[in-house]
């Protein structure tokens, strides 16, 4: 089978840094990703990880460790539009079976 | 580019009743997943495809039917709606490998009374 474990909620101030923790179990690994979803609306990808290290895509960037099954996605320069969920996923005995955590829910406050 | 398109968006049943959820993507993905999602939870996985005549059950595949006869489309039927069927279902598509992620509909919101 598989698990993901990430926090509930995550509660932050405009201009912070905040990051999203993420512990996996699966058989057949194929990369962890992460999707940020809107109230009311539709998930949206936002990196993947196919191998160790970190990815950085403009103010958010997401880490990976394949030995200890471990993730993360830290969110820089917090600004209000980023108050959403997100959601880590792993290709769980293939790239086209993606498995969602679920979910952490980001507040960003004033 | 329409992306992925889902409908209807929002549908009521009535326990015993059966639908098809449409879903049809224009950018010639070849993995296409329907998931749904429950109030405060994440995504279940019901059934996935990796191309036309492929198909895969997921993690929540019990009273949904799909099939894959083209690449543009991937309706999911289901066969005997129950109340515990009311969710949004998400369709959502993606080129191998993954490395651009997957795009996902706008979402039906179903309701079975």
């Known amino acids: 089978g598989q698990s993901l474990e990430q926090p509930s909620e995550v509660t932050a101030v405009e201009g912070a840094i905040v990051q999203i923790n993420c512990t996996y179990q699966t058989s057949g690994f194929y990369g962890l990703s992460w999707y940020q979803q809107h109230d009311g609306g539709a998930p949206t990808f936002l990196s993947y990880n196919g191998l160790d290290g970190l990815e950085e895509t403009g103010r958010f960037s997401s880490f990976l460790s394949r030995s200890d099954s471990y993730g993360y996605l830290l969110l820089q320069e917090l600004q209000m539009k980023d108050s959403a969920s997100y959601f880590c996923a792993v290709g769980s005995g293939g790239y086209n079976k993606l498995i969602f955590g679920a979910g952490t829910r980001l507040a960003v406050h004033p | ?113």
């Open chain 2, 1 to 113: 580019n329409a992306g992925v398109t889902q409908t209807p968006k929002f549908q009521v049943l009535k326990t015993g009743q059966s639908m098809t959820l449409q879903c049809a993507q224009d950018m010639n993905h070849e993995y296409m997943s329907w998931y749904r999602q429950d109030p405060g939870m994440g995504l279940r996985l019901i059934h996935y495809s990796v191309g036309a005549g492929i198909t895969d059950q997921g993690e929540v595949p019990n009273g949904y039917n799909v099939s894959r006869s083209t690449t543009e489309d991937f309706p999911l039927r289901l066969l005997s709606a129950a109340p515990s069927q009311t969710s949004v279902y998400f369709c959502a598509s993606s080129k191998p490998p993954p490395g651009d992620g997957y795009t996902f509909g706008s979402g039906t919101r179903l309701t079975v009374v």
